[in-house]
């Protein structure tokens, strides 16, 4: 059980393209999902939270018009990336708990790496 | 403020050998939760085992285990019976009075057969 699945795995693209990502939980629902980035050989690094039918929280730092968040439904998030340049290449990974509280474990999918040329 | 430090950025050992992995935070929280979560080269995210501050018992998940000293703020790993499997970044984490989790720099451990 809490599975998250996250598509695509890997993407490539040009500078000026948007890109989406997808984050599931395939046998749960989830209130909050997390969106990561990561990036080589360092830890993750929370880039928001988002709640199912309300707007995402953003930590400092990070621009929300440049990485869109939306949770239309208790089991699917989306992270788009908007006119996505080459210092956006990362790898970003989603997260879900299966039961709210501080206690739960997050739930990660298997990440996206995003390469823009 | 609060903040996870990993000592440690790189280790390998012997197979079948113990090795423990150290986690030191720090946090003005009286109650919050910790976690283990260790990450292959297929950069799936799993967790391995889970701590609640307010319990004094250390953790145990099969091979892994736990030493959790709250005074010290401290939160090692131990993996007993290493296997090559065991080859992966390992980070902690903590939930500090909030949903969010706040990780560690990691530590890359390597299993040497």
């Known amino acids: 059980g809490a599975v998250v699945s996250q598509h695509p795995s890997r993407v490539i693209c040009k500078s000026g393209t948007s890109v989406k990502i997808e984050c599931r939980s395939l046998?749960?629902?989830?209130?909050?999902m997390f969106w990561y980035r990561q990036f080589p050989k360092q830890s993750l690094m929370l880039m928001a939270t988002?709640?199912?039918?309300?707007?995402?929280?953003?930590e400092q730092g990070v621009e929300k018009d440049k990485f869109l968040i939306n949770h239309a439904s208790l089991t699917l998030s989306t992270l788009t990336v908007t006119s996505a340049h080459p210092e956006d290449s990362s790898f970003y990974i989603c997260?879900?708990?299966?039961?709210?509280?501080?206690?739960?474990?997050?739930?990660f999918g298997d990440g996206t790496r995003l390469s823009i040329l | 403020a609060q903040t996870v430090t990993q000592s440690q950025p790189e280790m390998s050992v012997q197979e079948a050998e113990t090795v423990t992995l150290s986690c030191t935070y720090d946090t003005s929280e009286s109650n919050y939760y910790l976690f283990w979560y260790k990450q292959p080269p297929s950069r799936q995210m799993i967790l391995v085992i889970r701590?609640?501050?307010?319990?004094?018992q250390n953790a145990t998940e099969n091979r892994f285990s736990v030493n959790f000293q709250k005074a010290a703020k401290s939160f090692s790993l131990k993996i007993s019976d290493s296997q090559l499997g065991d080859t992966a970044m390992y980070f902690c984490a903590f939930n500090f009075g909030n949903e969010k989790l706040t990780f560690g720099t990691g530590t890359r451990l390597t299993i040497i057969p």
């Open positions: 046998d749960f629902q989830a209130t909050t």
């Open positions: 997260s879900a708990r299966v039961e709210q509280g501080k206690n739960q474990p997050q739930h």
């Open positions: 701590q609640e501050a307010y319990k004094q």
């Open positions: 988002s709640n199912e039918g309300s707007k995402a929280t953003y």
